[in-house]
């Protein structure tokens, strides 16, 4: 018989949406009559943009032509879909990224849990609390913690507390680390990090040689104009920063499947000598050994974004899911409900009322109101008493979730 990773069995409790959706699939057994809205795992619902799916369909077709079919494409990327990145995302915003330094990739989820591959395991791991569980939980699983703490937490990694009172802002960790784990706009809060902060973090990460892993997968949505959309608008982040996108919330491609991740030439490890390794050529080794990119259909669909009509139909997709946020934020603020996020992120964090723990008010919502959320525990200790809501639901369902939850809380 085989033996297992024990890390895996490290791991306190199934994956937060697989718990989701396993209460969920009680309610609806014990209640088939019942008609949920899902306002809880944050996955699309609008249909890809008229301009996505054109690409896609002549992509189809490149396909069935044998001058026109691809096999095996670039291990990084096409470069008509690097190009449009490094132009739109990045030179647009005054920052110049390689093409060499693109890898796009089937999803911002894998690359966030793959890239700890790259950096040893006795590695010291920072990350916030509330985080997005993929940070914590592919760092249990490469052996990089101790067992779970009764409150959650993992020994080894060090946790930054994010609270209301510092309005979810995490602070610089009190001892030397080597990787720190930054989502901005941030899943679950939906809070912001000025370019102030920012480059605090920054600064930190250089004068201690760490690396920052910044999860950049919602920055379509920020509306401040001060707030910087990547990190690599902060000066020096290149030397210290790995940056990570997604097309999922962008447009549309939760079932589609593409993103990106930057790795800058400047950044640099460490081998067991000291001396200096690159995590840009480290990262290619990997992907190149374990990965194929993404495929030229999904490719050229993601390319015709960067167009001009492109550019309209996505940025009117995310101006609905922000008015969405927009509704959810007032209703429950009406309804006495404290509430943060949904100003820069499709997130809004919902205070759970006195006394009331943040599972027993997701099962409260399901069993009362029908309407599912994302219980904040799940994300870390932090999270305790908190409730996140998506925008990502249909504008009728919104409103209508909205309402049901305001009459059961009267």
Not at 152 to 173: I, M, N, Q, S
Not at 287 to 305: D, L, R, S
Request: aromatic content about 10%; proline content about 5%.
């Amino acid at each position: 018989m085989a033996r297992v990773n024990e890390h895996y069995l490290k791991l306190r409790s199934s994956y937060l949406f697989a718990e989701i959706a396993r209460r969920v699939k009680a309610f609806q057994a014990a209640h088939p009559g019942a008609r949920l809205i899902r306002l809880g795992i944050g996955d699309v619902t609008q249909p890809l943009a008229p301009a996505v799916v054109s690409a896609l369909h002549e992509a189809v077709d490149d396909m069935a032509r044998a001058e026109t079919f691809k096999g095996y494409g670039p291990d990084t990327g096409y470069d008509f879909l690097l190009e449009k990145i490094a132009a739109h995302d990045y030179g647009a915003r005054g920052v110049k990224v390689g093409l060499d330094e693109i890898f796009v990739s089937d999803g911002a989820k894998q690359d966030s849990g793959n890239i700890q591959e790259i950096f040893s395991v006795d590695s010291v791991v920072a990350l916030t609390d509330p985080v997005y569980p993929v940070y914590a939980d592919s760092n249990v699983m490469a052996g990089r913690t101790g067992p779970a703490q009764d409150n959650g937490r993992y020994d080894g990694l060090v946790y930054l507390a994010c609270t209301a009172e510092t309005g979810f802002e995490p602070p610089l960790p009190d001892r030397r680390v080597d990787l720190i784990y930054l989502c901005y706009p941030n899943n679950p809060t939906g809070a912001v990090l000025t370019r102030a902060a920012l480059a605090r973090w920054v600064d930190h990460a250089r004068r201690n040689e760490s690396v920052i892993l910044f999860d950049a997968a919602y920055e379509a949505y920020i509306r401040d104009t001060e707030i910087p959309h990547s990190i690599y608008e902060v000066e020096g982040a290149r030397e210290v920063a790995i940056e990570f996108r997604s097309f999922s919330k962008t447009a549309g491609f939760t079932g589609t499947r593409c993103a990106f991740t930057v790795v800058p030439k400047e950044l640099q490890g460490r081998n067991a000598q000291g001396e200096p390794v690159s995590l840009n050529a480290l990262w290619l080794r990997r992907q190149t050994t374990k990965y194929n990119a993404a495929p030229y259909v999904v490719q050229k669909g993601a390319g015709a974004i960067y167009t001009g009509e492109g550019q309209k139909q996505v940025r009117a997709q995310v101006d609905s899911y922000m008015e969405n946020a927009r509704v959810i934020r007032e209703g429950l603020a009406a309804a006495g409900l404290t509430v943060f996020g949904g100003r820069n992120a499709p997130y809004v964090w919902v205070k759970t009322p006195a006394g009331v723990t943040s599972w027993q008010f997701f099962d409260r919502l399901l069993n009362e109101a029908h309407v599912v959320g994302t219980p904040g525990s799940g994300f870390g200790p932090a999270g305790e008493g908190y409730f996140r809501l998506t925008g990502f639901g249909a504008r009728d369902q919104t409103e209508e979730a909205v309402e049901r939850i305001k009459q059961r809380l009267r």
